[in-house]
């Protein structure tokens, strides 16, 4: 290798370890959020209510094939402390199953609950939910699965959160529990953990957040206003996060490990895979939607960019460190620029050593036994959950490019959902009761 | 007096989560920490209120249950050093005094040392690009700590070539000690000190001639120092921001990079960090830290594997040697046993001040001992623990002790003296103090007080003028000066003319044009460096000239060539008298003895 060619290696090697390094930081930054300081920390609570209900809540629940846990989760909507809700329950019109137990509890508690049937020829959940939306009646429209374990005190608490913050969207925390089933669901629980707990509670304080599926609460009018959710898009709450902040709606977003919902990860590797290549591409979509360029703030622009591409930064670095690391062990590179491609991995050793506290503190705010054997599949598992990442995100480009979106996929949802579905009530039932308490 | 009225509060106040009361929590409204003042007459309460473990006792308290703490509970007052004009009037008229006293003469006292010497040169070397020293870098220290001594003086030494010498560059020591002079100030307040006893623990750190003498020097441990101080500043932030914990342990590894003997402070930074996060956050915080800390320490292994030079082996140096080496210098003695290597270093220490070695040792213990009673003490736990372990270290009856050890030691014997004195203040003025005291058992109170401080200047101020009065006068380095300047004028061709010299004179010798390696020979390399033997195929007849120093004196004995070559040589020049004298010797070559 002439001196040239080492100084060529040399200088690319430099770059890409310092852009890795910072994609790393910002993304390690902001992931502990929450922790910053113990005041950030108590901030990301919900505030307790005063006691007086006065909004009134329109609960959209989609269902699909979804008979075997919807009654539950109705019913566990029913105990809701909140004195001025109504549950609508949009069920298909060719899912006769789904739509008993539906119009059952209807019958059962007729001044709460009401079904709504969705005629679209092919379905989704933004459709269903816009098919809803001219039938609600109270000042906030929320969101829940069919499978969501949601708490009694929920609604009081968003509803003192609307009134005591003027805000115009409440996101509360959604929680996968089930972290003991799989590796990979181990490492999707505490997903799950650091983005409600922490990433996005500074997207809400920045002003540009891509809502959660459930859990979400909006005003009606704000939502209608909006022209309701985009039936054409795959992540249609983050569709609608960031149109709404885009145009400067006031979100906040508050965690509570009493108050989250509850839901299950998906059953099998492959439905996570499809899950999340769903979720890549719909923000990919979301990104060439461009509403986010209507953001004021320059960094919010870039926090929008940076969000919004994050699942394709992330797959590429999962790819990159590790050969960036090996280029320089192996190839014959002066000891300096080999510490500089250091750099992403200790970024990378740091995320990971907060991950296994995130994993501890998960388990101390839940009441659930971690064990070693947990840690250990965090660590062990990490590379491989990154590879299923990469591919989920490569999967996303590929249909995007291909043009393969809504349709075709959708149907793929909600076999999805239903696998999802079926997993939870019977292998993982028992889970839901113990994580319950 | 408030001797310890910022400390009657909280060191890990739980206040943030209960305030689920006080206001909208949700994230968009911000909520100020130090805007909150404690409702009740919380401070002052006095030193015995257990108020320090508050938070530890009320666990559990996650939030979202009511009213787990009365509101009234003591709060944290922030310390805003920047905004706080008396603070900075202070410490600025300190730093004033503190850089005009060891700036003044720094060039002249004390004697150069041949550390110094070694650490600069091998700064230079860094400057000069030629790697981490100008000989094989054989893992005797982790290089951090002249790689700043390098970017230190590059500026100045880039528009005064001949300044990079070690009498001049002591002026970059200057900059280091102002540096750890503020931070320790910072550090006391942020350890809720109350102002007077920051201020004295800054002039304490500062104006000891014991700190005088060796903070003027070039040694690696006066830049450990100030990042310790700076870690420990982070670990105390009052935010209890988690960047700032993972930051001090960033500064931590390199105060430890910078001089290993720092290891041994980690656990009392930890200790303060632990006492100064809050139970929320903590567990984040502290692995953080661990975590930068291990992170960044691993990389000078890691520097060694890539060079392939952390396992022993033929033909090379490695880490490993280096640690083997520096593990088994021959032990200089118990500390305490007279006549021994370590009672000589320790006595001159004391020489130049008792006070703050033995005052400030006692006054760490007292901090320990009174730890249950004392909020003072347990806020100050952590350098309380320092300066202890740093004793218990310097003890080991076995173990070599350098002359700069106690560097390390002085800002937390600086920061529990004035931390004790404080605490002896409260105690005087406020213990067991009714609300309708009688006004003449306040005036004893304050007489009582008087008079304490009274004696402890009277005692004090005397021997540290005296010891301040040498540094601001003595001339130990007119030798030294008179030589590199003999060296420069009266050799005839210093291209070609080989000098062994000791380290302090060897950048002395490269800027009179001697060729730095083979022509100016750091004396013992001439037996010891295999690649510097080479050089010298006829031993001693290979040199011309001998720079006897003290130190070559000394060493020669153990150095064959650098003795023959003393032995077959004459004075040419000679400058001082008795043991210091500083003699130029011409080999007798010619003669062919």
């Given at each position: 290798m002439s001196v040239g060619d080492g100084l060529f290696t040399s200088v690319v090697i430099s770059a890409i370890s310092f852009a890795l390094f910072w994609v790393a930081a910002f993304t390690l930054w902001w992931q502990m959020h929450a922790w910053r300081t113990p005041e950030t920390l108590a901030s990301t609570r919900f505030d307790r209510p005063?006691?007086?209900?006065?909004l009134a809540f329109s609960l959209l629940l989609p269902a699909r094939h979804e008979q075997a846990v919807l009654e539950h989760t109705i019913d566990r909507l029913l105990e809701?402390?909140?004195a001025d809700y109504e549950i609508i329950v949009i069920v298909g019109h060719d899912d006769p199953e789904t739509a008993a137990v539906a119009e059952r509890a209807a019958a059962g508690a007729p001044e709460r609950v009401r079904v709504v049937v969705d005629h679209n020829e092919t379905k989704n959940k933004p459709k269903a939910l816009n098919t809803a939306l001219p039938h609600c009646r109270g000042d906030i429209v929320g969101v829940f699965d069919a499978e969501d374990q949601v708490h009694p005190e929920l609604l009081s608490h968003v509803d003192h959160a609307f009134r005591a913050t003027g805000a115009d969207v409440v996101q509360g925390g959604v929680q996968l529990i089930?972290?003991?089933?799989s590796w990979y669901s181990l490492r999707n629980c505490l997903e799950y953990f650091f983005w409600f707990r922490s990433r996005l509670h500074l997207h809400a304080e920045k002003g540009f957040i891509p809502l959660g599926g459930n859990t979400v609460f909006v005003r009606t009018e704000v939502l209608r206003e909006a022209g309701?959710?985009?039936?054409?898009?795959?992540a249609e709450d983050c569709d609608l996060g960031v149109r709404l902040s885009s145009v400067g709606k006031k979100v906040v977003v508050a965690y509570d490990s009493d108050m989250v919902t509850r839901e299950e990860t998906p059953g099998s590797l492959m439905s996570l895979l499809k899950q999340r290549t769903r979720w890549n591409q719909g923000f990919l979509q979301v990104y060439r939607k461009k509403?986010?360029?209507?953001?004021?703030?320059r960094g919010q622009r870039w926090l929008a960019r940076y969000t919004l591409m994050t699942p394709f930064m992330q797959a590429a670095s999962g790819v990159i460190i590790p050969v960036n690391f090996a280029v320089a062990v192996?190839?014959?590179?002066p000891v300096g620029i080999a510490i500089i491609t250091f750099l992403p991995m200790i970024t990378a050793m740091v995320t990971f050593v907060f991950e296994i506290v995130g994993l501890h503190d998960f388990g101390r705010q839940y009441g659930l036994r971690v064990r070693f054997v947990h840690y250990l599949k965090l660590i062990v598992g990490g590379p491989f959950y990154q590879v299923m990442l990469a591919g989920a995100a490569i999967r996303a480009v590929w249909r995007e490019q291909r043009g393969r979106n809504e349709w075709e996929l959708t149907s793929h949802t909600g076999a999805h959902l239903q696998t999802a579905g079926a997993g939870a009530t019977h292998s993982s039932a028992p889970i839901r009761e113990d994580a319950h308490r | 007096m408030t001797a310890t009225v910022p400390t009657a509060?909280?060191?890990?106040?739980?206040d943030a989560p209960t305030?689920?009361?006080?206001?909208?929590?949700?994230?968009?409204?911000?909520?100020?920490?130090?805007?909150r003042r404690p409702?009740?007459?919380?401070?002052?309460?006095?030193?015995?209120?257990?108020?320090?473990?508050a938070s530890d006792a009320s666990?559990?308290?996650?939030?979202?249950?009511?009213?787990?703490?009365?509101?009234a509970g003591p709060a944290r007052p922030m310390v805003r050093f920047r905004s706080s004009r008396p603070d900075l009037l202070l410490c600025g008229a300190l730093l004033l005094v503190i850089v005009l006293v060891q700036g003044w003469n720094l060039t002249d006292f004390p004697a150069l040392s041949d550390d110094e010497g070694t650490y600069l040169a091998q700064a230079w070397a860094v400057q000069q690009g030629?790697?981490?020293?100008?000989?094989?870098?054989?893992?005797?220290?982790?290089?951090l700590g002249w790689i700043q001594i390098a970017a230190l003086t590059w500026l100045p030494s880039l528009f005064v070539?001949?300044?990079?010498?070690v009498a001049p560059m002591r002026f970059s020591m200057l900059a280091v000690s102002a540096a750890s002079a503020v931070l320790i100030y910072v550090l006391a307040r942020r350890l809720w000190l109350p102002r007077w006893a920051a201020g004295l623990a800054m002039g304490l750190f500062g104006l000891s001639p014991l700190s005088v003498v060796l903070q003027r020097?070039?040694?690696l441990d006066n830049l450990a120092v100030m990042w310790m101080l700076l870690a420990f500043c982070l670990a105390a932030?009052?935010?209890?921001?988690l960047w700032h914990h993972f930051g001090s342990g960033l500064a931590a590894a390199t105060a430890v990079l910078t001089k290993?003997?720092?290891?041994?402070v980690l656990p009392a930074l930890l200790v303060t960090m632990w006492r100064h996060?809050?139970?929320?956050t903590r567990k984040f915080a502290v692995t953080g830290a661990i975590t930068a800390c291990a992170l960044i320490g691993l990389s000078y292994p890691l520097y060694a594997l890539l060079n392939n030079e952390l396992l022993p082996g033929a033909g090379h140096v490695s880490l490993i040697d280096g640690i083997t080496y520096q593990m088994s210098r021959p032990g200089s003695g118990f500390?305490?046993?007279?006549?021994s290597g370590s009672n000589g270093v320790f006595r001159s220490w004391l020489y130049y001040d008792t006070v703050l070695p033995l005052g400030g040792l006692a006054g760490a213990v007292l901090l320990l001992v009174t730890h249950r009673w004392s909020v003072t003490a347990r806020a100050l736990a952590g350098p309380a623990l320092a300066a202890v372990l740093l004793a218990v270290v310097a003890m080991r009856p076995s173990g070599y002790l350098p002359a700069m050890y106690v560097i390390q030691a002085l800002p937390f014997l600086a920061l529990v003296l004035a931390a004790a004195a404080a605490s002896v203040t409260h105690a005087v003025l406020r213990?067991?103090?009714?609300?309708?005291?009688r006004r003449a058992l306040v005036y004893a109170r304050w007489a009582l007080a008087g008079v304490l401080a009274v004696s402890a200047a009277a005692y004090v101020l005397p021997r540290w003028y005296e010891g301040d009065r040498t540094a601001l006068t003595?001339?130990?380095n007119a030798p030294y000066r008179r030589a590199a300047a003999w060296l420069g004028r009266e050799v005839p061709d210093p291209a070609h003319t080989r000098v062994l010299v000791d380290d302090a004179l060897w950048l002395d010798a490269v800027h009179s044009g001697f060729a730095p390696g083979p022509g100016a020979i750091w004396f013992y390399k001439a037996d010891l460096d295999p690649a510097v033997t080479k050089t010298l195929p006829r031993g001693w007849r290979d040199i011309d000239y001998v720079v006897s120093s003290p130190t070559v004196r000394r060493d020669a004995v153990d150095l064959p060539t650098v003795k023959a070559a003393l032995e077959h040589s004459t004075a040419v020049a000679v400058f001082?008298?008795?043991?210091?004298r500083i003699e130029i010797r011409r080999t007798d070559r010619e003669s062919g003895s």
């Amino acid at each position: 290798m002439s001196v040239g060619d080492g100084l060529f290696t040399s200088v690319v090697i430099s770059a890409i370890s310092f852009a890795l390094f910072w994609v790393a930081a910002f993304t390690l930054w902001w992931q502990m959020h929450a922790w910053r300081t113990p005041e950030t920390l108590a901030s990301t609570r919900f505030d307790r209510p005063d006691g007086g209900d006065r909004l009134a809540f329109s609960l959209l629940l989609p269902a699909r094939h979804e008979q075997a846990v919807l009654e539950h989760t109705i019913d566990r909507l029913l105990e809701s402390s909140h004195a001025d809700y109504e549950i609508i329950v949009i069920v298909g019109h060719d899912d006769p199953e789904t739509a008993a137990v539906a119009e059952r509890a209807a019958a059962g508690a007729p001044e709460r609950v009401r079904v709504v049937v969705d005629h679209n020829e092919t379905k989704n959940k933004p459709k269903a939910l816009n098919t809803a939306l001219p039938h609600c009646r109270g000042d906030i429209v929320g969101v829940f699965d069919a499978e969501d374990q949601v708490h009694p005190e929920l609604l009081s608490h968003v509803d003192h959160a609307f009134r005591a913050t003027g805000a115009d969207v409440v996101q509360g925390g959604v929680q996968l529990i089930n972290f003991h089933s799989s590796w990979y669901s181990l490492r999707n629980c505490l997903e799950y953990f650091f983005w409600f707990r922490s990433r996005l509670h500074l997207h809400a304080e920045k002003g540009f957040i891509p809502l959660g599926g459930n859990t979400v609460f909006v005003r009606t009018e704000v939502l209608r206003e909006a022209g309701g959710w985009d039936q054409n898009c795959l992540a249609e709450d983050c569709d609608l996060g960031v149109r709404l902040s885009s145009v400067g709606k006031k979100v906040v977003v508050a965690y509570d490990s009493d108050m989250v919902t509850r839901e299950e990860t998906p059953g099998s590797l492959m439905s996570l895979l499809k899950q999340r290549t769903r979720w890549n591409q719909g923000f990919l979509q979301v990104y060439r939607k461009k509403d986010w360029q209507q953001l004021p703030g320059r960094g919010q622009r870039w926090l929008a960019r940076y969000t919004l591409m994050t699942p394709f930064m992330q797959a590429a670095s999962g790819v990159i460190i590790p050969v960036n690391f090996a280029v320089a062990v192996f190839l014959d590179v002066p000891v300096g620029i080999a510490i500089i491609t250091f750099l992403p991995m200790i970024t990378a050793m740091v995320t990971f050593v907060f991950e296994i506290v995130g994993l501890h503190d998960f388990g101390r705010q839940y009441g659930l036994r971690v064990r070693f054997v947990h840690y250990l599949k965090l660590i062990v598992g990490g590379p491989f959950y990154q590879v299923m990442l990469a591919g989920a995100a490569i999967r996303a480009v590929w249909r995007e490019q291909r043009g393969r979106n809504e349709w075709e996929l959708t149907s793929h949802t909600g076999a999805h959902l239903q696998t999802a579905g079926a997993g939870a009530t019977h292998s993982s039932a028992p889970i839901r009761e113990d994580a319950h308490r | 007096m408030t001797a310890t009225v910022p400390t009657a509060t909280d060191p890990q106040p739980a206040d943030a989560p209960t305030d689920a009361t006080a206001g909208p929590q949700l994230l968009p409204v911000r909520q100020l920490p130090g805007s909150r003042r404690p409702a009740g007459p919380g401070p002052g309460a006095g030193d015995g209120s257990d108020v320090g473990d508050a938070s530890d006792a009320s666990d559990g308290g996650d939030g979202g249950s009511p009213g787990v703490r009365p509101s009234a509970g003591p709060a944290r007052p922030m310390v805003r050093f920047r905004s706080s004009r008396p603070d900075l009037l202070l410490c600025g008229a300190l730093l004033l005094v503190i850089v005009l006293v060891q700036g003044w003469n720094l060039t002249d006292f004390p004697a150069l040392s041949d550390d110094e010497g070694t650490y600069l040169a091998q700064a230079w070397a860094v400057q000069q690009g030629e790697g981490l020293a100008h000989y094989t870098y054989w893992y005797d220290h982790p290089p951090l700590g002249w790689i700043q001594i390098a970017a230190l003086t590059w500026l100045p030494s880039l528009f005064v070539p001949d300044w990079m010498t070690v009498a001049p560059m002591r002026f970059s020591m200057l900059a280091v000690s102002a540096a750890s002079a503020v931070l320790i100030y910072v550090l006391a307040r942020r350890l809720w000190l109350p102002r007077w006893a920051a201020g004295l623990a800054m002039g304490l750190f500062g104006l000891s001639p014991l700190s005088v003498v060796l903070q003027r020097e070039i040694f690696l441990d006066n830049l450990a120092v100030m990042w310790m101080l700076l870690a420990f500043c982070l670990a105390a932030s009052p935010s209890r921001h988690l960047w700032h914990h993972f930051g001090s342990g960033l500064a931590a590894a390199t105060a430890v990079l910078t001089k290993e003997t720092m290891l041994v402070v980690l656990p009392a930074l930890l200790v303060t960090m632990w006492r100064h996060s809050h139970r929320d956050t903590r567990k984040f915080a502290v692995t953080g830290a661990i975590t930068a800390c291990a992170l960044i320490g691993l990389s000078y292994p890691l520097y060694a594997l890539l060079n392939n030079e952390l396992l022993p082996g033929a033909g090379h140096v490695s880490l490993i040697d280096g640690i083997t080496y520096q593990m088994s210098r021959p032990g200089s003695g118990f500390i305490l046993d007279p006549g021994s290597g370590s009672n000589g270093v320790f006595r001159s220490w004391l020489y130049y001040d008792t006070v703050l070695p033995l005052g400030g040792l006692a006054g760490a213990v007292l901090l320990l001992v009174t730890h249950r009673w004392s909020v003072t003490a347990r806020a100050l736990a952590g350098p309380a623990l320092a300066a202890v372990l740093l004793a218990v270290v310097a003890m080991r009856p076995s173990g070599y002790l350098p002359a700069m050890y106690v560097i390390q030691a002085l800002p937390f014997l600086a920061l529990v003296l004035a931390a004790a004195a404080a605490s002896v203040t409260h105690a005087v003025l406020r213990r067991r103090r009714g609300p309708g005291e009688r006004r003449a058992l306040v005036y004893a109170r304050w007489a009582l007080a008087g008079v304490l401080a009274v004696s402890a200047a009277a005692y004090v101020l005397p021997r540290w003028y005296e010891g301040d009065r040498t540094a601001l006068t003595a001339d130990a380095n007119a030798p030294y000066r008179r030589a590199a300047a003999w060296l420069g004028r009266e050799v005839p061709d210093p291209a070609h003319t080989r000098v062994l010299v000791d380290d302090a004179l060897w950048l002395d010798a490269v800027h009179s044009g001697f060729a730095p390696g083979p022509g100016a020979i750091w004396f013992y390399k001439a037996d010891l460096d295999p690649a510097v033997t080479k050089t010298l195929p006829r031993g001693w007849r290979d040199i011309d000239y001998v720079v006897s120093s003290p130190t070559v004196r000394r060493d020669a004995v153990d150095l064959p060539t650098v003795k023959a070559a003393l032995e077959h040589s004459t004075a040419v020049a000679v400058f001082g008298t008795g043991e210091d004298r500083i003699e130029i010797r011409r080999t007798d070559r010619e003669s062919g003895s």
